[in-house]
């Protein structure tokens, strides 16, 4: 998770809304035990719903605990959000913070599609390359040659 806040704080990203994204995509599986677009603040549950076949539970053994079910699920959510904006801001704090760059932040060089792995492992990511390249050549041919 450092690297994604880093890389915002690098680029001038809003803050808020990775650290949103952050929480509820680590979270959403070890909390609702459910993929983090399935997820939400809070789960509601009513004792009547459940599998068919099986009783309908007690609201005197329901509800005890589904309050702490969720009493403990929002502990866990609210240790990984001091966490986090704790990493971030570790990362405000640093005086270089505007300076961090990785692989995924370094512009690209004329000659990285010869050598990146993503544009050279897969024929349909030479082909689209080649394709960039033709419309480029033909959009901004000179108009003298292309006169000619």
């Not at 915002?8 to 995509?25: E, N, Y």
Request: with cysteine; proline share 6%; hydrophobic share 45%.
């Amino acid at each position: 998770m450092v690297t994604p806040l880093s890389r915002a704080v690098a680029t001038g990203v809003w803050m808020t809304s990775i650290v949103k994204l952050l929480v509820t995509f680590s979270t959403s599986v070890s909390v609702e035990k459910v993929r983090p677009l399935q997820s939400g603040i809070l789960r509601l549950k009513h004792p009547s719903e459940r599998r068919p076949g099986l009783p309908r539970e007690s609201a005197l053994l329901f509800y005890p605990q589904f309050l702490w079910e969720t009493l403990v699920k929002a502990i866990k959510i609210a240790r990984t959000i001091v966490w986090v904006l704790s990493v971030k801001r570790r990362i405000m704090l640093d005086p270089n913070y505007r300076n961090y760059t990785d692989c995924a932040l370094t512009p690209m060089q004329d000659d990285d599609e010869l050598t990146l792995d993503l544009l050279t492992k897969t024929s349909g990511a030479k082909a689209a390359i080649d394709h960039l390249k033709k419309v480029h050549d033909l959009t901004h041919a000179n108009p003298a040659v292309a006169a000619e």
